[in-house]
């Protein structure tokens, strides 16, 4: 069974930083390329931030390049958000999702990515 399960979300305030983590069991992870997506309420879901199997290969939604960064172990089996310098409007549930990656372009739609963990709610006050 394929689990994918997010952490590290919280309260933080404007300017704050938090590093949300995605524990993944159930699959081979050193073959999955993996997405941070996240959902404010009454909005789409969006893109955030990909990665590729063996890390060289990164993509980013462009109102988060430079302030945030993905990562992964694959020791760990597991991906990482670094988010600094936050805004209120990232206040949302973040989620993270993998896909086995057939091939090395990075996807940026959701429909894309087969397996989903449960969300990390991060709220940023102002």
């Known amino acids: 069974q394929v689990r994918l399960v997010e952490s590290g979300g919280g309260l933080v305030q404007t300017g704050g930083s938090l590093r949300l983590s995605c524990k993944t069991s159930g699959l081979l992870f050193g073959t999955y390329a993996m997405a941070w997506f996240r959902q404010a309420p009454g909005k789409e879901r969006e893109f955030l931030a990909a990665i590729g199997r063996n890390a060289a290969n990164i993509k980013y939604r462009d109102s988060v390049k430079g302030r945030f960064s993905v990562s992964r172990d694959n020791d760990k089996n597991s991906v990482y958000l670094q988010m600094n310098s936050l805004k209120p409007e990232d206040t949302a549930v973040y989620y993270c999702?993998?896909?086995?990656?057939?091939?090395?372009?990075?996807?940026?739609?959701?429909?894309?990515?087969?397996?989903w963990g449960q969300g990390t709610q991060v709220t940023v006050s102002s």
């Open positions: 999702a993998g896909r086995w990656e057939d091939v090395t372009t990075l996807f940026t739609a959701a429909t894309r990515y087969h397996y």
